[in-house]
């Protein structure tokens, strides 16, 4: 149980364009999914947190205008970078939230986004 | 800010050997997991402790939180090459939101 899906897997994109990763909670509802980004040999770094029927909530120096999150349903998470720049590739992972007795964030398998 | 710091930072050992990492901070959690990630994959969750001086096996992983929830340590018996990985700790809050802190991470080599 508690498996979380990420799509896609990897995505090459040209600068300027916008790119969308989709998270899903297979097995379990999720209310609230996170969304990390991952540079090379370094621990995870949170950019937001998605509430499902709500607005995401943006850690600090994290543009919101560029980092579009949408949490329409309680399976899906999606992250849209809008007007992609080289500097925003990297290794985008997210999580979603399984409440209980102690809460705890499974994780997708994360999607590497390079921007050429 | 609440930081996790874990040690050490990268470690190299031989298959069979012992090891312990640690994972520690000023801020008091509410429960501590561990995670281990793989190169291009993202973190599956190992152990969940919630009790302070909660103490946690996983087959040769054994896993405690101190007493005073501010640390926890994670004893590997008899590494083996499949141990190998980036391990990450991280603290969930007691008041607010549900945001993990995650460790600084260690990353774990076992040489055949």
């Known amino acids: 149980g508690a498996v979380v899906s990420q799509h896609p897997s990897w995505v090459i994109c040209k600068s300027g364009t916008s790119v969308k990763i989709e998270c899903r909670s297979l097995?379990?509802?999720?209310?609230?999914m996170f969304w990390y980004r991952q540079f090379p040999k370094q621990s995870l770094m949170l950019m937001a947190t998605s509430n499902e029927g709500s607005k995401a909530t943006y850690e600090q120096g994290v543009e919101k205008d560029k980092f579009l999150i949408n949490h329409a349903s309680l399976t899906l998470s999606t992250l849209t970078v809008t007007s992609a720049h080289p500097e925003d590739s990297s290794f985008y992972i997210c999580?979603?939230?399984?409440?209980?007795?102690?809460?705890?964030?499974?994780f997708g398998p994360g999607t590497r986004l390079t921007v050429t | 800010t609440q930081l996790l710091e874990q040690s050490p930072q990268f470690l190299s050992i031989q298959e069979g050997e012992n090891l312990t990492v640690y994972c520690n901070s000023s801020?008091?959690?509410?429960?501590l997991q561990w995670y281990r990630q793989e190169p291009g994959e993202g973190p599956v969750l190992l152990v969940t402790?919630?009790?302070?001086?909660e103490v946690k096996k996983l087959k040769r992983l054994t896993f405690q939180f101190g007493d005073a929830r501010k640390d926890s340590s994670l004893h590997i018996t008899a590494a083996q090459p499949g141990d190998t990985g980036l391990y990450l700790c991280a603290g969930g809050p007691y008041f607010g939101n549900e945001k993990l802190t995650f460790g600084t991470g260690t990353r774990l080599t076992i040489i055949p």
């Open positions: 097995d379990f509802q999720a209310t609230t």
């Open positions: 999580s979603a939230l399984l409440r209980g007795g102690a809460d705890e964030q499974y």
């Open positions: 402790v919630v009790t302070g001086g």
């Open positions: 801020s008091v959690f509410s429960s």
